[in-house]
């Protein structure tokens, strides 16, 4: 049952939406913790140390996290591997250029797929940057205020997060009321509440990320 429910189209996308609700309200819990940069080098190491600790004496030592970061992976796996066969499936249905032109989508709606590889890519990037410290020259363990403050000095730091945030900001405004439709919870009388709770955390996560850039390049956060 399971592997005809992943064959079809609509278990795809369902499968698409239900990966893509549980990465949202990952980014929701991910912006609020960010912005405890603002409160100093203290309160925010102290909350990167409490991450490693949730749970104990059940849990042990990082347990929970590597439990949060395991769901983590397998969401965006489930999205992306969805995406590109519905992607694929989608151009094999339709193999010729429409005789008259679609109607004029909108600008998210066009990127979605172009959105979804940057922030892809974005996501390794940002590991390797603040997480293992690969790729992050002075990097220190064990002192994330100054790692995020180390990597918002740079221009190219900078540069890679904002544009990864407006992707972001682009794939949560559609992509959230895609889910609702899939999930059936659309309808013709809610669909303005809808898209405007899309656009309202669109908007939130996108000046809540790109914030702390901006506190460090302005010197707010230093």
């Known amino acids: 049952m399971a592997r005809t429910v992943w064959d079809s189209t609509v278990g795809k996308k369902t499968v698409m939406a239900v990966s893509g609700l549980i990465m949202l309200l990952y980014l929701v819990v991910h912006m609020i913790g960010n912005l405890k940069i603002f409160f100093g080098a203290g309160e925010f190491n102290h909350y990167a140390h409490w991450l490693r600790t949730v749970g104990e004496p059940f849990m042990h030592y990082e347990w929970?996290?590597?439990?949060?970061?395991?769901?983590?992976?397998?969401?965006?796996?489930?999205?992306?591997?969805?995406?590109?066969?519905?992607?694929?499936?989608?151009?094999?249905?339709?193999?010729?250029?429409?005789?008259?032109?679609?109607?004029?989508?909108?600008?998210?709606?066009?990127?979605?797929?172009?959105?979804?590889?940057?922030?892809?890519?974005?996501?390794?990037?940002?590991?390797?940057?603040?997480?293992?410290?690969?790729?992050?020259?002075?990097?220190?363990?064990?002192?994330?205020?100054?790692?995020?403050?180390?990597?918002?000095?740079?221009?190219?730091?900078?540069?890679?997060?904002?544009?990864?945030?407006?992707?972001?900001?682009?794939?949560?405004?559609?992509?959230?009321?895609?889910?609702?439709?899939?999930?059936?919870?659309?309808?013709?009388?809610?669909?303005?509440?809808?898209k405007t709770v899309a656009n309202a955390l669109a908007l939130l996560l996108t000046a809540g990320f790109i914030a702390v850039p901006v506190g460090v390049m302005t010197g707010l956060v230093s």
């Open 64 to 194: 929970t996290l590597w439990l949060v970061r395991i769901v983590l992976v397998v969401a965006v796996v489930a999205h992306a591997t969805s995406a590109y066969q519905l992607s694929r499936r989608d151009i094999r249905a339709r193999p010729s250029k429409y005789v008259h032109k679609k109607p004029r989508a909108s600008y998210a709606t066009r990127t979605m797929r172009w959105g979804g590889i940057i922030l892809g890519l974005f996501i390794v990037w940002h590991i390797l940057d603040l997480t293992t410290g690969t790729v992050h020259p002075g990097f220190q363990a064990g002192h994330p205020y100054q790692n995020v403050v180390d990597t918002f000095s740079t221009w190219y730091g900078n540069v890679v997060y904002i544009v990864a945030m407006l992707a972001l900001g682009l794939h949560v405004r559609h992509g959230f009321w895609s889910a609702a439709q899939t999930l059936g919870v659309g309808s013709r009388a809610r669909d303005r509440a809808l």
